[in-house]
């Protein structure tokens, strides 16, 4: 009896045990579950707030677009003017018809040293599979080729109309792909996971190509190679990039200028008429839109089937009061002159209301809210409800509305009740591992089919919380350079909350302060931690937000506000050095710097001493020629976080 009772007892005892350890094994499972999830939604918090920092940012830039476009036009176009007279006095032949800019590709030798790629017209597959394999080896078509294939693709698109019209089967399945950008590794992507366009693998392209990335013109190539190919079964769309204004501040114009330096300018103006000549809608079985950006409640798919799509050359415009402000600009007391003006960025053979239906479908973008109104964001086109969506389906009997225009994280997204996708096919966009990019496959019953990918090189090899990390950092030293560009306006209005001059406001003060100044629509408060340092009492240290900021260069003698100046426009005076730069040296005089400043800042209406451009001139690094980089110079500029541990 005591055996078994002994028995029993060490039977309960063992369970015991077993319940209590399980128990707490239980636990711990759920704390370590707890703590993972809360870790991956910080991780997750980190890297939305950070994507939100990269495309306020990005909108907030195209907004100030606009105040610069004539004035880069002017400059372009006085470059051009001299670039035809040393083309003509070289020897080169440039034709007198609507081309006068475009020189007789037959004439340009290629030499037998020559080992990229070559063409041969009508192309084919084999030509195309020869191209895709050079390009992917980072080779260069030559400029010869260049030409004759912008040539032979402007004599196509002419072809096309306004809306182009395409019918898919059972059989042929149709792929809609949205924003490249220059990122040619995506489009050899989809074009591996996806099969080459054919007469049975028909593809559409929905704009936005070029700028941002380093490889448009290789994208470019290949579009237009396979749109001569097949001309019916491969479809491009126009999107707002596609404009030589917005080209010369995202990178294209440089691109291009860098890669072909003798016929950079040619290839150049050759492109502007063909993106104006790109179809501007596509329809799918009559029953799905496809246009760049979006719609208004103005739409009309009728007008924008008879307007004269080539006259648009440029969307980018200022009022009229604002260019009669610029076209009097003075150069020590000599007029700029600015007749080209007229006739390159304002449109007197389309009426303002056709200029602002093709505005609409390239620059809209869709909102949750009823309704239709001016897209504030990025200073063109509108923001489109439900409603109007619902409007323009039921008045041409469609189905659904396919865009692109919008970065998007999982490379698409549904809105408006799945009746408008966006898609969006350029992964990594803003920095590796931020997004992915994805396309539309879709058959006879138009049900739209995803398909997502990300370009990897180091991504694979790096845990999740390393990409966010820098993601994040990538995003917070944009958002500090914007900080420090703005920094005078910033401290007159902080000054505006602190009355007692303590150096100390309120969150919420300064939170709007913040956003009065900056207009990022950001989370503030959120982003607090990251960018200033709060006393005891909860106050921010309101100067402390430019405490993880300075210039690489150092510049005690120089006027600051001309320093924050440069840094603000650094991007855009590249632009003018490269346009001013008649032998594409890239290299610049002291004498050159003073005039590109003052033409620049003159047109702005920026107020700066003789003394402090002298200043500025003087602290520059020259070599032994008296030179110096220009795009190292304005590198120099670029606001960087401080190497020192600030917490130390």
């Known amino acids: 009896m005591e055996c078994t009772i002994s028995t029993m007892g060490c039977n309960a005892s063992a369970d015991y045990s077993k ?3 399980n128990e707490t094994a239980i636990k711990a499972t759920v704390l370590i579950q707890r703590w993972y999830r809360c870790k991956r939604a910080q991780l997750e918090v980190r890297r939305r707030y950070s994507l939100t920092i990269f495309e306020s940012i990005e909108y907030a830039d195209e907004q100030e677009q606009t105040q610069l476009s004539n ?14 007279v040393a083309h003509t006095s070289s020897g080169s032949h440039v034709s007198p018809d609507a081309d006068s800019y475009v020189i007789e590709y037959e004439k340009i030798d290629v030499p037998d040293s ?64 949205g924003d490249l950008h220059g990122n040619l590794d995506d489009l050899l992507l989809v074009f591996h996971k996806n099969g080459l366009p054919s007469e049975i693998n028909p593809y559409v392209f929905n704009g936005d190509f070029v700028d941002r990335g380093k490889n448009s013109m290789e994208i470019l190539i290949i579009l237009f190679v396979f749109l001569l190919i097949y001309p019916n079964d491969f479809h491009l769309n126009r999107g707002n990039h596609e404009d030589y204004i917005l ?6 114009t440089k691109e291009v200028l860098k890669k072909y330096k003798v016929h950079g300018m040619t290839i150049l103006y050759h492109l502007r008429d063909i993106f104006s000549w790109l179809p501007l809608a596509t329809l799918v079985n009559n029953k799905v839109l496809i246009v760049h950006g979006g719609i208004s409640d103005t739409t009309d798919l009728d007008s924008l089937n008879l307007l004269e799509r080539n006259k648009l050359k440029t969307l980018m415009k200022l009022p009229k009061l604002e260019t009669d402000r610029k076209n009097q600009v003075k150069i020590q007391g000599i007029p700029l002159g600015y007749p080209e003006l007229s006739q390159w960025s304002s449109h007197p053979e389309l009426t303002e ?49 396919i865009r692109s ?75 500090q350079e914007r900080i420090f ?54 106050n921010v240290d309101y100067m402390s937000c430019f405490y993880y900021m300075d210039t690489a260069r150092p510049m005690h003698q120089v006027q600051p506000t001309l320093v924050e100046t440069l840094c603000k426009y650094r991007k855009d005076l590249q632009v003018i050095f490269n346009i001013i730069d008649e032998d594409e040296s890239g290299l610049i005089s002291p004498d050159e710097f003073r005039k590109t400043w003052k033409i620049f800042s003159s047109y702005l209406g920026i107020h700066s001493h003789d003394e402090a451009i002298d200043k500025l001139a003087q602290s520059i690094d020259y070599n032994k020629d008296g030179y110096i980089d220009f795009s190292e110079f304005l590198e120099a500029f670029h606001v960087v976080r401080k190497l020192e541990n600030k917490a130390a």
């Open 485 to 538: 560009v703005h920094k005078q306006k910033l401290m007159d209005t902080f000054a505006k909350y602190d009355c007692n001059n303590t150096g100390r406001i309120s969150v919420s003060d300064w939170a709007a302060v913040m956003e009065s100044v900056l207009q990022l629509k950001l989370p503030w408060r959120t982003l607090k931690s990251r960018l200033v340092k709060t006393d005891p009492d909860g």
């Open 405 to 479: 225009h919008e970065f998007k994280l999982n490379g698409y997204d549904l809105t408006h009740d799945g009746k408008v996708i966006t898609i969006f096919s350029a992964s990594n966009y803003y920095e590796e591992g931020s997004n992915r990019g994805a396309y539309i496959r879709m058959n006879p019953d138009l049900v739209p089919r995803f398909v997502q990918y990300q370009v990897c090189t180091s991504t694979g090899k790096r845990k999740n919380w390393e990409r966010v990390k820098t993601i994040e950092q990538s995003a917070l030293q944009t958002l």
């Open 353 to 401: 209301e056709e200029r602002k239906q093709v505005l609409d479908i390239l620059w809209s973008d869709p909102k949750k809210q009823h309704g239709c109104n001016l897209n504030r964001r990025r200073g063109a086109g509108c923001c489109f409800g439900p409603d109007t969506t619902e409007q323009l389906l039921k008045k041409y009997n469609l189905k659904m509305l």
């Open 247 to 252: 080209n010369m501040k995202y990178g294209f």
């Open 19 to 21: 319940h209590k350890y």
């Open 71 to 84: 004035f880069f036009t002017f400059m372009l176009e006085h470059r051009v003017h001299r670039g035809e």
């Open 114 to 177: 020559y080992r990229g790629p070559r063409l041969s017209f009508p192309l084919n597959i084999a030509h195309a599979k020869a191209l895709l394999n050079a390009l992917k080896n980072r080779q260069l078509l030559h400029p010869r080729y260049v030409l004759q294939l912008l040539h032979e693709t402007r004599r196509l698109l002419k072809e096309k109309p306004n809306i182009t019209h395409v019918s898919v089967s059972y059989f042929k399945e149709i792929t809609i792909c």
